[in-house]
């Protein structure tokens, strides 16, 4: 993943965050300046984004470069031509070639579009996306947030999210994705930057690389 300037039309959100949520606001002085992590856009993302599930970032880097290496793979006419047994040299497991060619068809077909996802209101594009064989919620929202920089997605079942608030708030317990969704409501419309915080924190509070690094979480 990699980091960018905050863009310019988002800086007064995380103003807003600040002045609205003391919580929020004492993160940056904390923690340091957010860093603005961005994914791959498009088809490619989210191949990788199947790639990563349910397996050490470690071995999702790996696979990844080779994965890339293989000719046709970015392109989804190129790896539905691909065998089952270039992809599975490539390190993807039965399931996830599944998915990978799952998520080639539905571009191939139109299902899924880049220019028509980049017009669609968040949850629509959460539907859409996750409609796809594969592609959960998680991956979906995940997506929107670092491909397409949405600032107003929130995860709600990251587990990473939930165990940062309750750091950050001095609370017994997780909250319950219900409950963390619901709590992320007084933060539109900007929960997305609101999630960014609290993986920002997390990282700060535990010294360990956090979900919107590496892409841990929960997944699918």
């Not at 929202?141 to 165990?163: K, T």
């Not at 419309?189 to 892409?215: N, V």
Request: aromatic share 6%; net charge positive.
């Amino acid at each position: 993943m990699d980091t960018h300037p905050i863009p310019r039309r988002l800086q007064r959100g995380l103003r807003e965050l600040a002045a609205r949520c003391p919580d929020l606001g004492r993160i940056e002085a904390e923690a340091g300046k957010l860093p603005w992590r961005v994914r791959t856009t498009g088809y490619a993302g989210l191949l990788q984004a199947i790639v990563g599930q349910q397996i050490s970032n470690q071995a999702a880097a790996a696979i990844w470069r080779r994965v890339q290496a293989v000719p046709g793979a970015l392109d989804p006419a190129g790896l539905l031509a691909l065998d089952e047994d270039t992809l599975r040299a490539a390190g993807l497991s039965r399931p996830k070639v599944a998915h990978a060619r799952a998520l080639a068809t539905a571009y191939a077909q139109g299902v899924l579009d880049d220019a028509a996802l980049a017009e669609m209101e968040d949850e629509a594009a959460i539907e859409t996306i996750s409609s796809v064989r594969g592609l959960g919620r998680w991956t979906a929202e995940i997506h929107l947030l670092f491909s397409l920089e949405r600032p107003d997605v929130f995860p709600a079942a990251d587990l990473a999210l939930a165990a940062s608030l309750a750091h950050l708030r001095g609370l017994e317990a997780r909250p319950k994705p219900a409950e963390l969704r619901k709590l992320a409501e007084e933060w539109a419309p900007w929960r997305g930057l609101a999630a960014r915080l609290l993986w920002h924190w997390w990282r700060h509070a535990t010294g360990r690389p956090s979900m919107d690094d590496l892409g841990g979480g929960k997944r699918g």
